[in-house]
């Protein structure tokens, strides 16, 4: 069974930086791809960075385009979400999650995505 832990969320003053993890783990994930959304309260979970686990291609919203990096360690099962120049909008929960990457080479919706973790809190005061 496939598992998604994340961390490294926390409080920022805007303009800071935040480094998140995703451990995953059960299977390898050869062909697989990773994503990173955020969600606020009465919103649906938006897209923000997908990575494909073998090459290491990347795709970002565009909101987060020069300021967030999205990476992976295939070693360690772990992918990063590098965040710099914080903004207060950037304020969300942020989930990890994992795709076959059988539906879209970047899923970008939700529902293309398998397994999720709990999520983990940003915050970025103004």
């Known amino acids: 069974q496939v598992q998604v832990v994340e961390s490294g969320g926390g409080l920022v003053q805007a303009g800071g930086s935040l480094r998140l993890s995703c451990a995953a783990s059960?299977?390898?994930?050869?062909?697989?791809?990773m994503g990173w959304f955020r969600q606020t309260p009465g919103k649906e979970r938006e897209f923000v960075a997908v990575?494909?686990?073998?090459?290491?291609?990347?795709y970002y919203v565009d909101s987060v385009k020069g300021r967030f990096t999205i990476s992976r360690d295939n070693a360690k099962n772990t992918a990063y979400l590098q965040m710099n120049s914080l903004k207060p909008e950037d304020t969300a929960v942020y989930y990890c999650?994992?795709?076959?990457?059988?539906?879209?080479?970047?899923?970008?919706?939700?529902?293309?995505?398998?397994?999720w973790g709990q999520g983990t809190q940003v915050t970025v005061s103004s």
């Open positions: 999650a994992i795709s076959s990457g059988r539906s879209a080479y970047f899923p970008m919706r939700a529902a293309d995505y398998d397994s």
């Open positions: 059960g299977r390898t994930f050869s062909g697989y791809a």
């Open positions: 990575i494909r686990w073998s090459g290491g291609n990347t």
